[in-house]
């Protein structure tokens, strides 16, 4: 199978408008052969709001709730597919009794942090695999914190074992070879006894990469809200990982530094492209 990685950022899951695109982006991919593998990050803003949400509660003592950050993936669903608001909050359902259960605890550490800043993920995740079967395109959510894709270290900034991992490649290419697209979880995974933990912030495409070495795919397009890595205000058609780290180290936006770490000497190609302007090749990272 000739598996590729697609990650889409928050800066392309920014409303009901993303959807189409991202489902064009997908059949493009597919279209050419690619079995494609998602990998999204929370919608635009949401991460943002969560915090926003625990600093309330850890400042003032105001509860912490996502139903306001559920509200809004159930409106834009409502949007996209018509009647699917009980879809959607029966899909999510087992998330919000978790978060639940570990504020009625008063359970307010780092792994409850973690899981809460993480819905975001969780969420999109479930409303763009719905929005996919809604178009015939079969699809399945795969939360990496349920023991797939294990981390060590701080909570809210592990690093991933490769060694403990392995469930996820299983996982996603079982689903691949039933003939579905596997929609994962960036930015989340679990420690090694199953509590929650973060890749850090912006560990989407950590995340992406991640899950790129450990199936084996030959490629992880990066979808941003650029035409590709810029150098005096123009898209570069080719670079080396070597020099896009140099950008990196030197401060620049480009990726997170830990996913050009994993890409290097793996074989696989790394494809910067634009969410919204396709007629833009992009820019290719090899070694």
């Not at 008063?106 to 763009?128: I, K, Q």
């Not at 023991?147 to 392995?166: E, H, K, Q, Y």
Request: aromatic share 6%.
């Amino acid at each position: 199978m000739a598996l590729e990685v697609l990650k889409f950022g928050g800066s392309c899951l920014s409303g009901p408008d993303s959807l189409p695109k991202l489902r064009e982006r997908v059949e493009e991919e597919a279209s050419g052969g690619w079995k494609p593998v998602l990998v999204v990050s929370a919608l635009k803003g949401v991460t943002d709001n969560l915090v926003a949400i625990w600093e309330r509660h850890v400042n003032n003592g105001i509860p912490c709730s996502a139903l306001e950050v559920l509200s809004q993936h159930v409106e834009i669903a409502e949007r996209c597919i018509p009647g699917a608001r009980k879809q959607f909050m029966r899909s999510s359902r087992l998330l919000i009794e978790r978060l639940q259960r570990m504020v009625s605890t008063w359970d307010y550490g780092e792994h409850t942090r973690a899981y809460f800043y993480g819905l975001g993920e969780r969420l999109s995740a479930r409303l763009v695999s719905m929005y996919l079967e809604s178009y015939g395109i079969a699809s399945e959510v795969v939360d990496t914190d349920s023991g797939l894709l294990v981390a060590s270290g701080d909570p809210m900034n592990s690093r991933v074992d490769f060694t403990l991992s392995r469930g996820l490649r299983d996982a996603v290419t079982e689903i691949v070879s039933s003939g579905r697209i596997p929609v994962v979880t960036g930015f989340i995974a679990c420690d090694a006894s199953g509590m929650p933990v973060l890749l850090g912030r912006n560990g989407s495409d950590y995340s992406a990469a991640a899950v790129a070495r450990l199936i084996g795919a030959r490629k992880v397009v990066f979808y941003k809200d650029v035409e590709g890595i810029l150098l005096d205000g123009r898209p570069v058609a080719s670079m080396t990982f070597r020099e896009v780290h140099e950008l990196c180290s030197a401060g620049a936006k480009v990726l997170h530094p830990l996913s050009l770490e994993i890409a290097m000497g793996s074989g696989m190609e790394v494809l910067v492209r634009s969410f919204e302007r396709t007629s833009f090749p992009g820019t290719v990272i090899r070694d």
